[in-house]
């Protein structure tokens, strides 16, 4: 009986994997096929003959160089600020005891379930005021803060014995020592579930980008991707191939830290 809920559960996992895998498979076919392949009706699922000058041909319409360089300099800029001020607001909610606390993480939590368009126009103008339109600085400023990582680090600063705080305190420590040479090192894996997390939103953002930046040597993967988009019309092996040129590096970033990835998250909900 066991061993065939294991094969049932094993049939349901592999049929997940396959509708992820699915629409990847179809991009890398799209992007192989001419323009009116792509277009048919009924669709046409394999090229008659792959056209794998697409990759140039895309590389010609948009500066990928740049992109990838505002795209890079954006992620480790959010990644930076956003692990740094999470960990320390993590850390001041879960291990200090001040007036107010629980109102401050009631805060927090509220924050994650507002939409994040709401936010828009008040930090597009906030970045007005400071003259980093159209800059690299305007694609970093919404990430500096994060809600999402206050929460998931202050899962791992609860999981924490306090006789580590207590033994560091008889020690003569204080709290930026505890911090910084104690806590800091055993969340580890937090931080680093934090850090792919931050990376991979801060890729995927396209609004903000868009309406942060609009020159061209200013935008990122995304939000030039999307120049790629008619209004009447759209050349889809084009967009499907600068779409593949795009995602490669955080393909890389995830196969490279993927175990750590996984064990960041699976210690998230050790304690509450």
Known sequence: MKKNKLWLVHVLLIL?????VVPFIWMVLTALKTTSEATMIPPVIFPAKPQWDVFAKVAD???FGILYLNTGLMIVGRVICS???????AYACARLRFPGRNLFFALVLMQMM???QIFIVPQYLIVQKLGLLDSVGALIFPGIIS???TFLLRQFFLSLPDELEEAAVLDG?????IFFKIMLPLARSGLVA???FTSLFAFKDLMWPLIANTSIDK???SSGLANLQGQYSTNWPQLMAGSLLAIWPMLLIFIIFQRKFIEGIAATGTKL
């Open 16 to 20: 997940g994997g396959l509708t992820m």
């Open 61 to 63: 319409v948009l500066p």
């Open 83 to 89: 692990v740094f001020f999470s960990a320390t607001a």
């Open 114 to 116: 507002i939409p994040s």
């Open 147 to 149: 809600a999402f990582g």
């Open 173 to 177: 420590a204080n709290v930026w020592t």
């Open 194 to 196: 934090l850090a792919i």
């Open 219 to 221: 935008m990122t993967l």
